[in-house]
């Protein structure tokens, strides 16, 4: 019989968002109540948990075992293949992205666990939606392997909700910045890289074109508004495919200004790759207001605090 205590199990933790997420898991729950995995052997120095175990999320075995092996409640299930690398092995992405999501949803079916997250993206959008101020309820339509398989993933997360009760609940989460951990082959990821290229060569070749704006969030936004989704009471969420997750919009010119601001001898410049094909397929700016409402979603950071704080970071990372 399962205790009272939240048990966490958080898949792909050795991730941009599982890192930190666990970090504030601990802080919140303790470490003997969090449990990390990941591709990676153990190592002392890679997580904050009190337990880790080395699994390949598409064992289902394996993580039915581990479920009850730690009396599992909650799951973070954060593990995929992003979307600059989802192209290049599409159907392993497919495979990987969608079916873990499934088995753990019939866990929580059959009673094993409590409450599911996992997250969606902005590039379940795609073509033939407005560029500016995309609403909660738009028509999707992705046109890259990462954003079918975050279409149908929220599909599935919905279909389990309204049949069978599960508790499982999204956001759509837009490119997150971080100075903690590097980026993994995301189409966003030049806003990480842009930081690191201007502190140690004082210059970046940008690939996404000058002009294209995408939605951005600071990780500290993104770590707290998962957090205040997952407590908020059921019965208020009123999206039970993945909520709108708006943060701040901007384009590499204007990052690059704000740098500037901080290293007026940073430069610059643009030779857009494949990633610049799938930018042009997502919005430019998200309309979360529908959040705002269910669960009082706000943010912390704008581009000038968020690129402030980047710099100060990595400074001292980077020596």
């Not at 149908?152 to 100075?179: M, N, Q, T």
Request: charged content about 25%; hydrophobic content about 40%.
């Amino acid at each position: 019989m399962k205790s009272d205590k939240e048990k966490i199990l958080i898949t792909g933790a050795l991730g941009q968002i599982g890192t930190e997420l666990t970090n504030r898991l601990v802080e919140i729950h303790g470490a003997e109540n969090v449990v990390a995995s990941g591709l990676d052997r153990w190592n002392k120095n890679l997580t904050s948990a009190g337990f880790y175990e080395r699994m390949d999320v598409t064992n289902t075995q394996l993580v039915r075992q581990v479920i009850k092996d730690y009396e599992i409640t909650t799951v973070y299930h954060l593990a995929s293949l992003l979307s600059g690398t989802s192209e290049k092995q599409p159907l392993f992405a497919w495979r990987l992205n969608l079916e873990p999501l499934l088995h753990f949803c019939e866990m929580a079916k059959e009673g094993l666990i409590q409450k599911i997250f996992w997250p969606s993206s902005i590039a379940v959008f795609g073509k033939g939606i407005p560029k500016e101020n995309v609403g909660q309820d738009v028509v999707l339509n992705p046109t890259t392997v990462y954003g079918i398989s975050k279409m149908a993933g929220e599909k599935w997360c919905e279909y389990y909700h309204d049949h069978f009760g599960v508790d499982i609940r999204s956001i759509r989460y837009p490119g997150l910045i971080s100075w903690k951990t590097p980026a993994g082959g995301g189409t966003t990821d030049y806003a990480v890289e842009i930081f690191y290229e201007a502190i140690e060569e004082g210059k970046y070749t940008s690939f996404i074109s000058k002009n294209t704006a995408m939605p951005m969030l600071y990780m500290d936004d993104a770590i707290n508004a998962t957090l205040k989704l997952m407590n908020a009471p059921k019965n208020e969420l009123t999206v039970h495919s993945s909520y709108n997750l708006g943060g701040m919009s901007f384009t590499p010119a204007a990052l690059a200004a704000e740098i500037k601001k901080e290293i007026p001898s940073f430069e610059i410049d643009y030779q857009p790759d494949f990633r610049q094909q799938i930018a042009d397929s997502w919005p430019a700016s998200i309309d979360d207001s529908v959040a705002k409402k269910d669960w009082g979603l706000q943010y912390d950071f704008d581009i000038a605090a968020m690129t402030h704080d980047m710099l100060k970071n990595l400074k001292l990372k980077l020596g």
